[in-house]
C-alpha cells in the first residue's frame, strides 16, 4: 500500500443543484476549470451542508468525465441562510427608480435586512434616465441622509456600469432587490456569459415577475463573483429589538455623538434617548420596531409550542417547523368492560 499522501485540490462551489455541486477550480486540471462534483459520504454523515460560495478541498478528480468528489469544506468567513451562500462580502441592492417608482419604504426594509447580515450594502438605483438630472439629485442628496451614497445607472443606455464593476471588485457580492428592477438585465450586461432569463414588468401589478429559481455564482470578466439570489418582494426581518437601531446609519451616527441613559433603550418613550428626534426614517424606525417586538414574543412562545411541532432542515439549511403527528394510543379493552358492555346489550334488547 503506497504511503503518499492523497493529493487535493482547491476550488469554489459556484451552483447547488439537488446532490451536486459546480465546483470552479483555483487551478486548471488538465483541460478543467469547472466540475460536476458531488461530496463524501462523511460530510453528510456529519451534517455538513455544502453552500455556494464555500472554498472547498477535491480529493479525486476524473480528468476524463470532468467530476470530482467534496471532502473538505474550509472554514467560512460569513454565512447566510436566505439566499444561502457562504464568504459572500457585500450586497448589492438593485432598484429601479422608475416602472416600478422608487418605494422608500420598501427601500428602507431591504437596506435594513442587509445590515442585518454584517454584510456591506452597496446601493445601486437602476432606470436613471426615466428621470431627471433634477430628481436624481434629490434622491441622492435624501439617500445621504439616510448613510448611504447610491450608484445611479441605466443598463438600457449602459451608464454607469465602469462605476459598479469598480465597486464589485474580487469579491463575493450578493444581488438583491425586489422583482421588476432590472437584476436580471444588469448581470447579463456585467456577465453576457450569464444568459438569465429576463421578463418585463407587469403592466397590471407594475411589479416584475421572478425570473430567478436557484442561488448561483456568476464569474466576472476583472475578477470576483455574483450571487443571484432568487427574488422576493417583502424580506423578512428578525432582528432583535434592542438591536434594531444599529440598522440604521443615522442612529448609529447619533448613538456616536450621545449614548441614550438606558442601556436597554429602545428609542421610543425613554427619558434621555439620544436616537429619538427629528430625522427622515424615525417613523420607519418605530414601525420595525413594532414588528421585531412582536416576533420577539412569538419566538419567547414557541417553547410552549414546540411540543406540538417537529424541527425540519430543508436542503437550503432553512430550519422551518411543522405540525406533529399524534398518534392515538389504543388500549386493549378489558375482559370486564367488554362483558359489562355486552350484558348492557342485553338488558337493553330484553326492554324492547
Given at each position: 500500500?503506497?504511503?503518499?499522501?492523497?493529493?487535493?485540490?482547491?476550488?469554489?462551489?459556484?451552483?447547488?443543484?439537488?446532490?451536486?455541486?459546480?465546483v470552479r477550480l483555483t487551478e486548471k486540471v488538465g483541460e478543467w476549470r469547472f466540475l460536476l462534483c458531488t461530496r463524501r459520504s462523511r460530510l453528510k454523515k456529519i451534517g455538513q451542508q455544502v453552500m455556494v460560495g464555500d472554498q472547498v478541498l477535491l480529493d479525486e478528480i476524473d480528468s476524463e468525465d470532468g467530476r470530482g468528489a467534496i471532502a473538505q469544506i474550509l472554514p467560512r468567513q460569513t454565512e447566510l441562510q436566505r439566499p444561502p451562500v457562504a464568504n459572500a462580502e457585500q450586497i448589492l441592492l438593485v432598484f429601479a427608480l422608475e416602472e416600478p417608482t422608487l418605494d422608500p419604504w420598501q427601500l428602507s426594509r431591504f437596506l435594513i435586512k442587509a445590515e442585518s447580515t454584517q454584510l456591506t450594502p452597496l446601493l445601486c438605483l437602476n432606470?436613471?434616465?426615466?428621470?431627471?438630472?433634477?430628481?436624481?439629485q434629490a434622491w441622492q442628496e435624501r439617500l445621504q441622509k439616510w448613510g448611504y451614497d447610491p450608484l445611479f445607472l441605466s443598463v438600457m443606455e449602459g451608464k454607469g456600469l465602469e462605476a459598479l464593476k469598480a465597486q464589485l471588485g474580487a469579491k463575493i457580492t450578493i444581488v438583491a432587490g425586489p422583482s421588476g428592477v432590472g437584476k436580471s438585465s444588469l448581470i447579463n450586461c456585467l456577465i453576457p456569459e450569464a444568459h438569465l432569463?429576463?421578463?418585463?414588468?407587469?403592466?397590471?401589478?407594475?411589479?416584475?415577475r421572478h425570473t430567478t429559481r436557484h442561488v448561483e455564482l456568476f464569474e466576472l470578466p476583472k475578477g470576483?463573483?455574483?450571487?443571484?439570489?432568487?427574488?422576493?418582494?417583502?424580506?423578512?426581518?428578525?432582528?432583535?429589538?434592542?438591536?434594531?437601531?444599529?440598522?440604521?446609519?443615522?442612529?448609529?451616527?447619533?448613538?456616536?455623538?450621545?449614548?441614550?441613559?438606558f442601556s436597554d433603550c429602545l428609542h421610543r418613550d425613554e427619558p434621555n434617548c439620544g436616537v429619538r428626534g427629528d430625522w427622515e426614517r424615525y417613523d420607519h424606525y418605530e414601525k420595525f420596531l413594532e414588528e421585531a417586538i412582536a416576533q420577539a414574543e412569538q419566538r419567547h412562545q414557541r417553547p410552549n409550542e414546540e411540543k406540538h411541532l417537529k424541527l425540519k432542515i430543508k436542503q437550503s439549511g432553512e430550519k422551518v417547523y411543522e405540525p406533529r403527528l399524534e398518534s392515538k394510543k389504543y388500549r386493549r379493552q378489558s375482559r370486564k368492560s367488554r362483558h359489562q358492555t355486552l350484558q348492557d346489550l342485553i338488558e337493553e334488547a330484553e326492554d324492547f
Open positions: 500500500m503506497s504511503d503518499q499522501p492523497t493529493q487535493t485540490y482547491q476550488g469554489t462551489v459556484i451552483a447547488v443543484q439537488a446532490n451536486f455541486y459546480r432606470k436613471s434616465d426615466l428621470i431627471s438630472a433634477a430628481e436624481q432569463r429576463v421578463k418585463s414588468v407587469s403592466g397590471k401589478l407594475h411589479r416584475g470576483g463573483l455574483l450571487a443571484d439570489s432568487p427574488g422576493f418582494n417583502k424580506p423578512n426581518l428578525d432582528s432583535e429589538p434592542r438591536e434594531l437601531a444599529q440598522y440604521f446609519p443615522e442612529a448609529r451616527e447619533r448613538l456616536q455623538r450621545e449614548n441614550c441613559q
